[in-house]
């Protein structure tokens, strides 16, 4: 997996855990689901950014 698709998940989560912000702060049902699913998703990101950090032999940034 590139760094580019990893920074890309993480995004994803960043922008769903806005919008379960937004449905927490306008009390809609299913806000904190929302939230746990953006956390878990940017966890994943950080936790594949690490492994390819340190399973990765050049230091090119993005595969270029």
Do not use: D, E, W
């Not at 049902?29 to 746990?36: D, F, G, K, R, W």
Request: glycine residues 4%; without cysteine; proline residues 2%.
């Amino acid at each position: 997996m590139k760094y580019k698709h990893i920074l890309s998940l993480f995004l994803v989560g960043v922008i769903v855990y806005l919008i379960g912000v937004v449905f927490k702060i306008t009390h809609a049902p299913h806000a904190n689901t929302i939230i746990i699913v953006a956390v878990a998703t940017m966890i994943t990101a950080v936790i594949l950014a690490i492994i390819k950090i340190l399973t990765t032999k050049n230091n090119s940034f993005l595969n270029k």
